[in-house]
């Protein structure tokens, strides 16, 4: 790949006037040595997953085999039907779906990560609800899925994008700011603009910890995805606004990292710390294991300094 | 770059419910299985880190398992792996332990069989990409996300010009290269990372040279595996 930042990547964009998702198909198809079309055929049939997910955690049994989670999209569906959600329709419908995604990811379906399996709702969630809405073909979704990879392809090098590196901002955080850029130019954004909706989520989800009760990918990996949905439309309209990240994107991206390498190891994905040490998430590992730590009984090995 | 491309950030197509518990760890065990060459008769898991913490929540269990038996990260018989292995008479061993400088999630296999053990440690890295760190007590780098050669030989002058040549002759570009010895003229190993498919024709040349001990190609974007002793 010839870029390392986002700013490399707008001013590449830019000057070629093509779109991030363009620009990152023909890159793929470079790197793998593959045609555009079979590059673009590889993530057709991954958005075919997604859309899924998405109508399979509305319609089946979603609960997880530990039993904690499932039918929280179907809750969150019918309440839209209702008429009256507080989010408005779209941003209710957005929500569901992630929320759909992501308990059957936890009921050990077949999902895509994107960029991980505990952040999987979020593209998914935004990408259908907004294709439904605006009538888009799936070939605009399925750029925009390349538009979306080449954003989290830049955080992932310069970052993290998994839970027990950098905690649930690098997990989630990455994955809302991928789906913000990427909408924001389905919605006919600039790559500047995609670009200042990354650095606007970014910013909302700086600090997240990883803390899942029972280590697993349930709570509140769950509702973090619904959530992420939400907020992902929101720096999308941000940007389409005229409203700017006035740290760069990029600078907002070390910030990830500087806060993710100094979160104690209780906040990353070791069900050590937070919401997974409460009494309750306490009592929870407990019935499920049967002790409040799983490594209890660890050898020891290697140097302890 | 740790992250190579478009897909190791869309992607994978996987069983849930965690990229780096579960899809990555198939594809440790994946790999682990490509360099042992078969079915083992046995298989002792060591879990360090995340992993060691909340393997069975996330069924990686089941999901390095799955690897082993050369599951796919999106088979749906990964959830029932440990009784196809248990079937199949595979002897599954467990155990958790702590590295301090490892990566979080980062996990030892040991594979025995009748003629031979291997030994892979390696960490899933993230959105279920995977980094091995070590084969047989050889710390080397890469990530089987390209068609790979592993080559255990003696370290002799001119072997790894010998190797190259021939690869340059085939027409395969090297994309990466790791070398690790265990002395001076001891035992060693090379790992190249290409960017494209190795004719079988070509393996069979390399396997010819003096000194080579072993060769086993790992390719996770295949899924494919082969094995020459000479």
Request: proline letters at 4%; a negative charge.
């Amino acid at each position: 790949m010839n870029f390392t930042s986002l700013k490399q990547l707008v001013d590449i964009c830019t000057v070629d006037k093509l779109s991030i998702g363009q620009y990152m198909l023909q890159e793929q198809a470079l790197e793998s040595g593959q045609s555009e079309q079979q590059t673009f055929d590889q993530m057709a049939g991954y958005y075919r997953i997604m859309k899924e997910a998405v109508n399979k955690g509305l319609t089946e049994n979603t609960v997880s085999r530990s039993g904690l989670t499932g039918g929280d999209a179907k809750r969150v569906w019918e309440n839209k039907q209702s008429g009256q959600p507080s989010l408005g329709l779209e941003a209710s419908t957005a929500m569901a779906y992630a929320l759909s995604v992501s308990e059957v990811n936890a009921s050990m379906g077949r999902i895509i990560a994107t960029p991980t399996a505990g952040s999987c709702g979020i593209i998914p969630g935004v990408f259908v609800s907004s294709q439904e809405r605006f009538d888009w073909d799936d070939d605009r979704l399925i750029l925009g899925l390349f538009s979306a990879g080449a954003i989290g392809y830049i955080i992932a090098n310069n970052s993290f994008v998994s839970g027990a590196e950098g905690g649930c901002q690098a997990e989630v955080g990455s994955a809302i700011g991928m789906a913000a850029g990427a909408l924001t130019e389905l919605r006919g954004g600039t790559p500047e603009q995609a670009v200042h909706a990354v650095g606007l989520a970014l910013k909302n989800s700086l600090g997240l910890i990883c803390d899942p009760v029972g280590g697993l990918v349930e709570i509140p990996c769950i509702v973090r995805n619904g959530f992420g949905a939400v907020t992902a439309l929101a720096a999308a309209d941000m940007a389409l606004s005229g409203v700017k990240s006035v740290i760069p994107s990029d600078e907002v991206i070390q910030v990830m990292l500087e806060v993710g390498s100094s979160m104690p190891d209780a906040h990353r994905e070791t069900a050590k710390g937070g919401l997974a040490q409460t009494p309750t998430g306490k009592r929870i590992m407990k019935s499920l294991y049967g002790s409040v730590s799983q490594s209890d009984n660890s050898d020891k090995e290697g140097d302890p300094t | 770059m740790r992250f190579k491309d478009v897909f190791s950030i869309i992607g994978p197509s996987m069983i849930g419910p965690s990229s780096s518990h579960t899809a990555g760890a198939v594809r440790l065990g994946l790999t682990a299985r490509s360099i042992f060459g078969c079915l083992p008769e046995s298989a002792e898991i060591m879990l360090y880190g995340s992993f060691a913490d909340t393997y069975r929540g996330h069924g990686t269990d089941m999901a390095i398992v799955g690897g082993i038996l050369d599951y796919s990260p999106d088979d749906p018989r990964i959830r029932d792996s440990l009784n196809s292995a248990q079937r199949a008479g595979i002897r599954i061993d467990f155990r958790t332990a702590v590295k301090p400088t490892a990566h979080p999630n980062t996990v030892t296999i040991i594979l025995q069989g009748s003629c031979r053990e291997d030994r892979i440690t390696g960490s899933s890295i993230g959105g279920g990409n995977i980094e091995i760190t070590n084969v047989n007590e050889f710390d080397v780098r890469f990530t089987t996300m390209y068609p790979t050669l592993l080559i255990f030989h003696d370290d002799r002058t001119g072997m790894i010009a010998d190797v190259t040549r021939i690869l340059c002759n085939s027409g395969v570009n090297i994309s990466h290269m790791d070398v690790d010895r265990k002395s001076r003229k001891g035992d060693a190993l090379t790992v190249i990372e290409m960017d494209g498919e190795l004719p079988q024709l070509v393996v069979q040349s390399i396997s010819a040279l003096p000194n080579i001990h072993r060769i086993c190609t790992v390719n996770q974007r295949g899924e494919s595996c082969e094995l020459h002793v000479t």
